[in-house]
């Protein structure tokens, strides 16, 4: 799964670092992915918490494309 974030529309609510702070971090008023948070995304759980925070995202921010193999 690729998660992003569209700084365009985040307004930092900071919804994603709270439900999944494994992938996501709040920086300068915005969530941002983590480095690390692309391979931390592939755990199942994780993976859930991702698409929650994608959901539930005030501004709609959050972008995930699954991954072709």
Do not use: N, T, W
């Not at 919804?15 to 999944?20: D, G, K, Q």
């Amino acid at each position: 799964m690729k998660v992003s974030v569209d700084r365009s529309l985040c307004y930092g609510s900071a919804e994603c670092a709270h439900r999944a702070p494994a992938v996501f971090a709040f920086e300068d008023g915005y969530g941002v992915v983590r480095p690390e948070g692309a391979e931390s995304a592939e755990d199942p759980r994780v993976r859930e918490a991702v698409r929650e925070a994608a959901e539930r995202c005030p501004s709609q921010a959050i972008v995930l494309k699954e991954q072709e193999e």
